[in-house]
Nanobody, 126 residues
Framework: QVQPVESGGGLVQTGGSLRLSCAAS????????MGWFRQAPGKEREFVAA????????SSAESVKGRFTISRDNDKNTVYLQMNSLKPEDTAVYYC???????????????????WGQGTQVTVSS
């Protein structure tokens, strides 16, 4: 079992950068696929990016490809989301989640994730 805790959100101007961190308690962090999701006001929660247990495989939503990068440090039990060239439409609450299942297309399905953080707000001003 892991408990994700996000940090690093804030207010940034269009074109700026932020790095989100997600620290997960528990000794089994490396056994989980980790994902980032986001939810804008009035919209459904959507997939942003995911990373495999060892970090060798990643997947990103088309809307963030080339701008966002997911990475992890298993020694620190932490997953990161580097966000560059931010746009106002990136404004949302960003959530970190852990998935004990298998790597595959289902990593984009939020229903497959077992543990969720409380979220961190990212606001991009125009």
């Amino acid at each position: 079992q892991v408990q994700p805790v996000e940090s690093g959100g804030g207010l940034v101007q269009t074109g700026g950068s932020l790095r989100l961190s997600c620290a997960a308690s528990g000794r089994t962090f490396s056994s989980y696929i980790m994902g980032w999701f986001r939810q804008a006001p009035g919209k459904e929660r959507e997939f942003v990016a995911a990373i495999s247990r060892g970090g060798s495989m990643t997947s990103s939503a088309e809307s963030v490809k080339g701008r966002f990068t997911i990475s992890r440090d298993n020694d620190k039990n932490t997953v990161y989301l580097q966000m560059n060239s931010l746009k106002p439409e990136d404004t949302a609450v960003y959530y970190c989640a852990a998935d004990s299942g298998t790597w595959g297309p289902q990593r984009r399905d939020l229903r497959k994730y077992d543990y969720w953080g409380q979220g961190t707000q990212v606001t991009v001003s125009s």
